[in-house]
């Protein structure tokens, strides 16, 4: 029986573990603790080795790039990157002029949390990540700062010998098979995930939240189901909901139990391989994206505080609501690189309208309420977009 487990698809497995972890979480919800164990041994173990997968690919990649190689590539997928995070932030505006929101701003402000005082702020963060000590850099996950000295690395080995440079392509195909060796693990990790979100996510504290959540999630999935397909076919000239829907399914149902673009980098870099994407194109955006290709975010950022400016009854028009999106876009951008992502952004874009901090960090403060879902859904879509953008630019320019 287990051998004929194994031999099922990736996917066609994790789905089985998804049932069964909410068959556990229904069913026997004392003994969800215990099984934690499993998603946090999974998660940690792809926390732990996608900083070293992304220096040791990048770095191997840029050391062996060739002129009129596929990293010409890199430009347009960071240019649809910032196209489908302003699409992204636009659709929540939208979304929430048609169907408003609004909170019970009596929530106590958690004090422990410490955002961003400004936009300028956050591009101070994000400009010093670049600067960072490389050891600290992959110790703390900071991927910023990972490209930065991968790409510096990779652009003096391009000068080394031969060998030196066999020797890092030997070095990244090592690291490529410890990573499909944890991929392995992801039903069991995504079991255990499962049936403690089920049994401890509270959904009756969600219900209060419920127009909220819905306005949330609806927004992220037409972004993925509508405004990312019109964008691929646009690249394409294809139909591009076969793409699409092979993303969502084998990148965006792990992320959404991981909960971390960083942690669901190796699963990308696995599924770019599949579908064709050259290992030196991949082996860039798909790190890049997974730090500031952030869609979800910045429809997160747009959503609460659009519903914060609605439970205070400030008017806003149309030209404001279009400088939020501006405004939520580039700050998604630093999401990654701000402990709390994109709920510590909230009091930025909230400053645009004059909403004090104390009430903007009340706005935070219900975002954590709903993040079970709402994380969730956001790190589905950041993640999957990363995938979904680098293979429709390959194939578009093809």
């Given at each position: 029986?287990?051998?004929?487990f ?14 069964l ?64 995070m ?17 909170l ?17 702020e ?40 031969d060998?030196?440079?066999t020797?890092?392509?030997d070095?990244?195909n090592?690291v ?6 944890v ?36 927004t ?38 991981t ?17 064709g ?28 505080t ?13 030209t ?49 309420v709903?993040s079970?879902l709402?994380?969730?859904t ?21």
């Amino acid at each position: 029986m287990f051998t004929a487990f194994t031999r099922l698809s990736l996917v066609t497995r994790i789905i089985i573990a998804i049932i069964l972890g909410v068959l556990v979480a229904v069913f026997f919800p004392n003994a969800a603790p215990y099984l934690s164990m499993l998603g946090d041994l999974f998660i940690k173990a792809l926390k732990s080795v996608a900083p070293v997968l992304v220096f040791v690919l990048v770095l191997a990649s840029i050391a062996n790039f060739k002129v009129g190689s596929s990293n010409a590539y890199i430009k347009p997928i960071m240019l649809m990157y910032a196209i489908g995070m302003f699409l992204a932030a636009l659709s929540a505006v939208i979304v929430s002029i048609f169907s408003p929101s609004t909170l019970f701003l009596n929530v106590p402000a958690q004090a422990d949390l410490t955002p961003p005082g400004s936009l300028a702020e956050i591009m101070k963060n994000l400009l010093l990540s670049f600067v960072a000590n490389p050891v600290t850099a992959i110790s703390d996950a900071n991927f910023i700062g990972i490209l930065a000295w991968a790409v510096a690395l990779g652009i003096a080995f391009r000068h080394a010998a031969d060998t030196t440079k066999t020797f890092l392509t030997d070095m990244a195909n090592a690291v490529n098979s410890v990573i499909r060796i944890v991929i392995n693990f992801a039903p069991l990790g995504i079991f255990g995930l499962v049936a403690v979100t089920f049994a401890d996510a509270g959904l009756s504290t969600l219900a209060s939240y419920a127009h909220l959540l819905a306005v949330l999630i609806g927004t992220m999935f037409f972004v993925a189901l509508v405004i990312n397909p019109i964008m691929v076919a646009f690249v394409t000239r294809s139909n591009p909901y076969p793409l699409v829907f092979q993303c969502l399914r084998e990148s965006g149902i792990t992320a959404f139990f991981t909960r971390s673009s960083a942690a669901n980098i190796p699963v990308n870099l696995d599924l770019a391989k599949r579908l064709g994407v050259p290992e030196s194109t991949a082996s860039v955006a798909i790190p890049l994206g997974a730090t500031i290709n952030m869609a979800g975010a910045s429809v997160t950022i747009t959503v609460l505080t659009l519903a914060a400016v609605n439970t205070l009854g400030i008017s806003v028009d149309f030209t404001t609501m279009l400088i939020l999106s501006v405004l939520a876009t580039i700050s998604a951008c630093g999401a990654s690189g701000v402990a709390g992502g994109s709920l510590l952004l909230i009091p930025v874009a909230c400053g645009l309208f004059g909403i004090s901090s104390d009430v903007a960090m009340q706005v935070v403060a219900i975002g954590m309420v709903i993040s079970v879902l709402q994380d969730s859904t956001e790190t589905a879509l950041n993640s999957s977009t990363d995938v979904l953008f680098t293979a429709a630019v390959d194939r578009g320019l093809k």
